[in-house]
Nanobody
Framework: QVQLVESGGGLVQAGGSLRLSCIAS????????MGWFRQAPGKEREFVGA????????FYAGIGKGRFTISRDNAKNTMYLQMNSLKTEYTAVYSC???????????WGQGTQVTVST
């Protein structure tokens, strides 16, 4: 039984920084990778990036490469998404998910709202 809770979202001015957290409860030994996704108003959900739980290797989609940094703290069962130089186009609901040894993202959090103002 795994449960994910995102936090750290809020209202921030363009050019500012924000760090999101995804806290997982339950057993972590089955975690293959954890990932970040976002969904802007009126748009489809997008994959941002992911991190391998065991060794910390990261992978970023085109929308996330060079823009965000994903990290983890295994002891705290927490994954982070660091966002700097925020732009209004980054406004979205950011969600985290877990893949347990396969290609399917089987567990999702509720998401946290990030709003970048001008």
């Amino acid at each position: 039984q795994v449960q994910l809770v995102e936090s750290g979202g809020g209202l921030v001015q363009a050019g500012g920084s924000l760090r999101l957290s995804c806290i997982a409860s339950g057993p972590t030994f089955n975690y293959y990778r954890m990932g970040w996704f976002r969904q802007a108003p009126g748009k489809e959900r997008e994959f941002v990036g992911a991190i391998m739980w065991r060794d910390g290797t990261t992978f970023y989609a085109g929308i996330g490469k060079g823009r965000f940094t994903i990290s983890r703290d295994n002891a705290k069962n927490t994954m982070y998404l660091q966002m700097n130089s925020l732009k209004t186009e980054y406004t979205a609901v950011y969600s985290c998910a877990v893949s347990m040894g396969g290609s399917i993202w089987s567990v999702w959090g509720q998401g946290t709202q990030v709003t970048v103002s001008t």
